[in-house]
């Protein structure tokens, strides 16, 4: 009975066989788009993360960017070995000299000794026994400090604060004043003008800061030009300074060279006398991981303590292309990279910009002073992982391997990033050296699924490590892959040309 007041009819329950079945061909044409959609998405995905160059990739993130949790995430680094503490003691304490002074960073005047002013300490058994006894305290206090630094647990990485804008308060023409290195006539304020600034394309910070620099001295090519000789492979991830450095000796009337261990004082003293630097640090742009990156840095502001560069990638956010930055916060992401940085001039001012460079115009000594640097911070903050691999990068600059083993170990152990071995090699020089073959294997496998893969240095020091073990074949294919990303790469070239 149906109630008349009821809007609706009311419900009728039915036995199973008794609903009416859909068209038999619209059920499996609904069954056949599920199951299609599911292969569908299999595949997609498929492709994006395996088929897909990274470049690709960014560009299809770019239009959904939910597919970013789709890629692939090789971010481990090989566990290393636990750290001898002998072997950590010596490197934070031992004094590391090649018979010659570090650098002054404060421009202080340093007196030198005369005979007059030496005393001679007659050595008597007194006087042993109380230096033996310094000596035994020194070990005690260094064993516990080391102690303390193995057992203590490595905290998690915290986000870099971001810095406040500052403005610039002066403009100059590309001139170039000859000052002397030194803070009483180092002008507080200068800015080279005359610098073009380019966005980077792909990965191209290398070819765009080498462009931008040499633009200061009236070079007119784009990044492109560069970029075809310096990373062929649009992926390759980076471009070594020594690479950069040789780009310019080779085309152009100009010199350049690369040292580590710069500071703040040696970077206003260049700028000053009208010569821009490009460093390479550590960088977290918005949306981004840490990453390393290139700058040239074209002046400073002492009133505001900070400098102004021109930036390829951030600075496309600026109305000029520069960003600036204090003077200790780019001093911190400086640190990544040793205080890495790329000086060009012309031939004839080649004195004046070794004389601002002072103890880093030999390479030897400027590694040297880079490593009292690390060390330095190493022990200021014994959790720093970068101080520990600046350490390391050093002490094999100076072919001291067994020492910079122990610096790359301790620096896995707190947690370097794993792109640092996209950037710089020197860890996998080093245990190559040591005779630790496969650890070199091992940290190539960790850059072959990170995106290391295509970074031709990556397939360079896995054909090293073969070769090493006498597998020549499997070396052979190793340095073809690391021509094949780069042609021009000359090391691997040589490499393959002595297996046959």
């Known amino acids: 009975m149906t109630n008349l007041d009821d809007t609706q009819p009311n419900p009728v329950i039915y036995a199973q066989d008794e609903i009416p079945a859909p068209p038999r061909i619209l059920l499996w044409g609904i069954l056949g788009l599920f199951v299609l959609g599911i292969f569908g ?55 590391l000299t090649l018979g010659t002074p570090t650098a002054n960073p404060d421009n202080a005047i340093i007196l030198e000794a005369t005979e007059d002013a030496l005393e001679v300490i007659e050595a008597t ?9 310094a000596v035994v305290t020194e070990e005690v206090v260094v064993a516990e400090v080391a102690t303390e630094i193995l057992s203590t647990p490595i905290p998690q990485p915290t986000a870099t604060e971001q810095v406040a804008e500052v403005v610039p308060t002066q403009q100059t023409a590309n001139t170039s004043p000859v000052a002397q290195s030194n803070v009483s006539t180092r002008p507080s304020s200068q800015i080279l003008g005359g610098i073009t600034w380019e966005q980077q394309s792909w990965n191209n910070c290398g070819p765009a800061n080498i462009t931008m620099a040499l633009s200061y001295y009236g070079w007119t090519r784009n990044q492109d030009f560069a970029e075809n000789i310096l990373r062929p492979e649009t992926e390759d991830k980076n471009v070594r300074p020594d690479e950069m450095v040789a ?30 630097v490009i460093i390479e640090a550590g960088s977290t742009p918005e949306g981004n991981a840490w990453l390393g990156h290139y700058q040239t840095v074209a002046g400073y502001d ?25 003077y200790s916060d780019l001093d911190a992401n400086w640190q990544d990279f040793n205080r890495l940085f790329i000086v060009i001039y012309e031939p004839s001012r080649e004195s004046l910009v070794m004389d601002l460079l002072g103890v880093r115009a030999d390479p030897l000594q400027a590694a040297e002073h880079a490593f ?9 903050n014994p959790r720093d992982p970068y101080a520990y691999f600046n350490m390391g990068v050093s002490l094999a600059q100076l072919d001291r391997y067994d020492e910079a083993q122990t610096a790359f170990d301790y620096a896995n152990r707190l947690g370097f990033h794993y792109r640092m071995l996209w ?50 074949a499997a070396a052979s294919t190793a340095f073809r ?20």
């Open 41 to 95: 998405t299999a595949f997609g995905v498929y492709a994006f993360r395996d088929v897909l160059r990274p470049s690709q990739q960014q560009r299809v993130i770019g239009y959904l960017p939910f597919m970013d949790s789709f890629l692939r995430r090789g971010e481990d680094l090989p566990t290393a070995p636990a750290v001898d503490q002998q072997a950590l003691n010596s490197l934070l304490t031992s004094p």
């Open 423 to 472: 950037y710089q090699f020197d860890l996998f020089e080093t245990y190559l050296n040591v005779g630790r073959i496969d650890d070199v294997l091992a940290y190539v496998g960790s850059n072959l699924t990170n995106g290391g893969q295509w970074v031709e240095e990556t397939y360079y020091w896995q054909g090293r490590a073969l070769a090493a073990q006498g597998n020549t």
């Open 247 to 276: 780009f310019v000796n080779e085309q152009t009337d100009l010199n350049a060279i690369y040292r580590y261990g710069g500071d703040i004082d040696m970077l206003r003293d260049l700028l000053a006398n009208g010569f821009p």
């Open 302 to 326: 002492d009133g505001q303590q900070a400098f102004f560069a021109y930036d390829s990638f951030i600075g496309a956010t600026t109305s000029d292309g520069i960003v600036v930055e204090t």
């Open 125 to 133: 058994p007194e006087t042993v026994e109380a230096t033996e006894e």
């Open 372 to 380: 009292n640097v690390a060390q330095s911070e190493a022990l200021a």
């Open 481 to 500: 892959t690391a021509l094949n990303r780069n042609p021009n790469f000359t090391d691997a070239q040589i490499a393959l040309d002595e297996l046959s």
